[in-house]
Structures are given as structure tokens and as C-alpha cells.
């Protein structure tokens, strides 16, 4: 199997205390006092609008469904003549996987409703929250700066090494008390998450290796490779406010600084899967 270049590991290592940080704000949220079910359908709202809109990732006023939706429309009559069929499958499997992120995170806002609150829909969630605007604005400068590589630091970073849905998938482990029943004042919530998060770990872990073992095959020279570290660890940085935003503000104080100036013990990098990825 192929190494991981050194300079593709350095990235990692500095982005490694980052994806920690964003993580602690699901640890801390999980436990906290002032968490509750309308906190829970708050922020699983919030994810659903990510899961639709994304955060940089795509147009403003198409998403991540719209687009490629219009963009499979548009490759239909070009398959096999301009297009490989497989670059259209990767397309459709692609959209297929996000909507399914949506579907299951909806779900289960959805089940923790109460008799006459409504169900979500993507145009009931299409207005994001201050901080994950700004860090789509920060997405679309990096973009601007330098097309590529703005680029490639969103790929790099989004998903923040599926921090969320390894921690959430960790609920689990909290939803059985004595005699198999759920323990905690969140058992049925955090039952939600676990199975919600469980659900598109896989498809997500995949996705963001592609991201960010594909940058080995860019041929990036060393000014690049440090411009590229320096746009991913501010993205890193927006993702931590961002997410501690949808969470309601959980981490504060000198936990939140921590976080944000990259003290938290780093992620552990798994350089196995990423080597199967490359």
C-alpha cells in the first residue's frame, strides 16, 4: 500500500488538534445542563440545512441537492460521448449520500417532536446560522485567493474528520440502563443521534479521505503546500465557531480558547484507511 508524503502528513498533524477541538464541543454538549429537546431538535435542524445547503460548498441558491441534481439532468445526453459513465455514477452516487445524510438526521428531529410540531423540509432549513455563513464567506474567499487550492482546503476540511458523527455514534454506549432500558434524561434523543450518526459515518469517513488523500496527486510545490496548510487551519478554526454556534454555545471560556488556538490533544489519524483510500 501507498505512503502518505511528508508534507501531506504535516498538513494532517496541524489539522489533528483542530478536529479535536470541534469534537470537544459534542463531548461537552452531550452532558451539559442546558441541553434539552428542543436544544436537540435545534441543532439537528441546523445540520439538516447543512446537509441541503452546505457551507461553501456549493451556489448559495442550489445547495448540495439542487446542483448536482440539475448537473445529471445537463450530463444525461453526454454520457459515454463527452463524459465516462463513471464520472455521472459518482455524481448521482454522491447526491444519493447526501440526501441520505438529510433523510437521517431529519428523521430524527422529526421523532422528537411533539403531537402538532412540524415535520422539517430542505425550504424550512435553507437559512444557516451567523457563523456557518461565515464560514462559507471564508470558503468562497479562499476560492477567489486561489482557486485550487481554496478548493482543496474545503475538501481538506470539511466534515472536520467526521468528528460529529464519531461522537455522536457514542451515544449508544449512554442508551442502555438496567434491564436494557434507556438510561439518562436524554436516552431516547441520544438513541436518535447514535443511530442518525451511525448511519452516514461510513459514507462520510469515505468521503473526506478522498479529499484528503487526493491532494498527493495535485503535485503541489512547497509555497502551495504551506498556503494550503494556512487556509485549512483557518477554516478549522471557523468550523469550531460554527459548530459550537449550532450546538448552542456549549463550549465557552478557556475551553473554547483551547479549542480555537489548536491545544486540545489532536485527533488520532487513521493512517490505515487513509493508505486503503490512496
Known amino acids: 500500500m501507498k505512503e502518505l508524503g511528508a508534507q501531506l502528513k504535516r498538513l494532517i498533524d496541524a489539522a489533528a488538534p483542530y478536529w479535536a477541538g470541534e469534537a470537544e464541543v459534542f463531548r461537552t454538549y452531550w452532558s451539559w445542563e442546558r441541553r434539552s429537546r428542543d436544544s436537540d431538535r435545534c441543532w439537528l435542524a441546523l445540520q439538516c440545512s447543512k446537509e441541503i445547503w452546505g457551507s461553501g460548498l456549493a451556489p448559495l441558491d442550489k445547495g448540495i441537492f439542487l446542483g448536482p441534481a440539475e448537473e445529471l439532468v445537463a450530463a444525461f445526453p453526454r454520457i459515454d460521448i463527452e463524459l465516462d459513465r463513471h464520472a455521472v455514477l459518482d455524481i448521482a452516487e454522491g447526491l444519493r449520500a447526501e440526501f441520505a445524510h438529510y433523510c ?6 422529526d421523532a422528537l417532536a411533539l403531537p402538532g410540531e412540524p415535520r422539517l423540509n430542505p425550504h424550512a432549513v435553507k437559512t444557516a446560522w451567523k457563523e456557518d455563513l461565515e464560514l462559507s464567506a471564508l470558503r468562497f474567499a479562499h476560492k477567489k485567493e486561489n482557486a485550487k487550492l481554496g478548493d482543496r482546503a474545503t475538501r481538506f476540511t470539511e466534515g472536520g474528520y467526521c468528528t460529529l458523527f464519531a461522537e455522536g455514534m457514542k451515544l449508544r454506549e449512554r442508551t442502555q440502563g438496567p434491564h436494557g432500558r434507556g438510561a439518562g434524561p436524554h436516552a431516547r434523543a441520544d438513541a436518535l443521534i447514535a443511530a442518525a450518526c451511525a448511519s452516514v459515518y461510513e459514507d462520510e469517513f ?8 487526493g491532494l498527493e496527486s495535485e ?60
Request: charged content about 20%.
Open 104 to 109: 437521517a438526521f431529519a428523521d430524527a428531529h
Open 206 to 213: 469515505g468521503h473526506m479521505l478522498k479529499g484528503i488523500v
Open 219 to 278: 503535485g503541489l510545490a512547497a509555497a502551495d503546500w504551506s498556503t494550503l496548510q494556512r487556509m485549512a487551519l483557518e477554516q478549522l478554526r471557523a468550523r469550531i465557531h460554527m459548530r459550537n454556534a449550532q450546538f448552542g454555545l456549549p463550549l465557552a471560556g478557556a475551553a473554547l480558547e483551547r479549542a480555537l488556538a489548536g491545544r486540545c490533544d489532536p485527533v488520532v489519524f487513521d493512517y490505515g484507511k487513509a493508505r486503503l483510500a490512496a
